[in-house]
């Protein structure tokens, strides 16, 4: 996808959020704090990466994020005003969010910087220290911001749980499973020297591409399933939606398989065989 297309997706999903307020006035304090926590935490983030000269730490700190503004928002309801409902997605976005962060710091930190970020240091030479923060920093603290939004309707309504939070339980329960058991089969993996060079292709890889990039979609359309409680939960589709396109055309599929058709040949065959992202059966 071209940047000028990804512009105008974040440009409507903007004018969609400032939309939403219109019709939920109440909202607009919180949500806005929860832009100033972010772009904050992500200002501190910025000054500790060009201390260890380091950006991928905002990667790490992705899922913490979210961790951070679900309980934000929490805190904005009052913690004895939530109810069972409440708590239980304060509970899905605390898992989520922790078993990421704590994954991708185990996987990163003490690696040496992504080859996404060098790159981009290389290319901006002596202006790298400001550009990260505009293009690294705080796009991403901007898109995590956006994005949380669905916390907002899921948070407003309570009450025991409903049929439409069951539902996104077991979105949740799904994303998390291929999530989660997808990452720990790739490490498995790549800890064997044996597998150096070679295609991923067993466990849940046997059935898709990107098992980890699909849970993590389901995880949202979860959250959003919570934000349904109240008729305008529909207006922060914008959250699952943006997420999912990122995890397909943006940050996720599309960069990696551009990487992974340069550097492994078996990897056309691969793409020929198994669904690049919903799972489904591998062709013969």
Known sequence: ????????????????????????????????????VILLSLTVLWLVSLTIKDASIIDVFWGLGFFIIAWLYG????????????WVLLMMVTIWGLRL????????????????????????????WWISYFRVFALQGFLLW????????ALSVSGSLLLLDYLGI???????????VGDAQLRRFKQNPANH????????????????????????????????????????????L?????????????LLETKLKKTKPQYAEYIRKTPAFIPGLPKE
């Open 146 to 153: 956006m994005i949380s939004a669905v916390y907002l309707p």
């Open 101 to 128: 962060t704590i994954y991708l710091a185990i996987r990163n930190l003490g690696k040496g910087e992504d080859y996404r970020y060098v790159a981009m240091r290389k290319q901006n030479g002596k202006h790298f």
């Open 242 to 254: 943006i997420m999912t396109l990122f995890l397909l055309k943006v940050s996720g599929v599309a």
């Open 170 to 180: 077991l979105f949740w329960s799904i994303g998390l499973f291929f999530e989660a």
């Open 75 to 86: 805190s904005q309801v009052g913690f004895e005003l939530l109810s069972t409902r409440n």
């Open 197 to 240: 060079g070679k295609v991923m292709d067993k466990g849940l890889w046997r059935y898709t591409r990107h098992p980890n990039y699909f849970g993590d979609a389901m995880v949202w359309w979860g959250f959003f399933m919570f934000g349904l409680s109240q008729w305008q939960g529909l207006y922060f589709i914008f959250c699952p």
């Open 1 to 36: 996808m071209k940047r000028k297309k990804i512009f105008y997706v974040i440009l409507l999903a903007l004018v969609t959020a400032i939309s939403t307020f219109l019709f939920t006035h109440a909202a607009a304090t919180t949500y806005a704090v929860g832009l100033g």
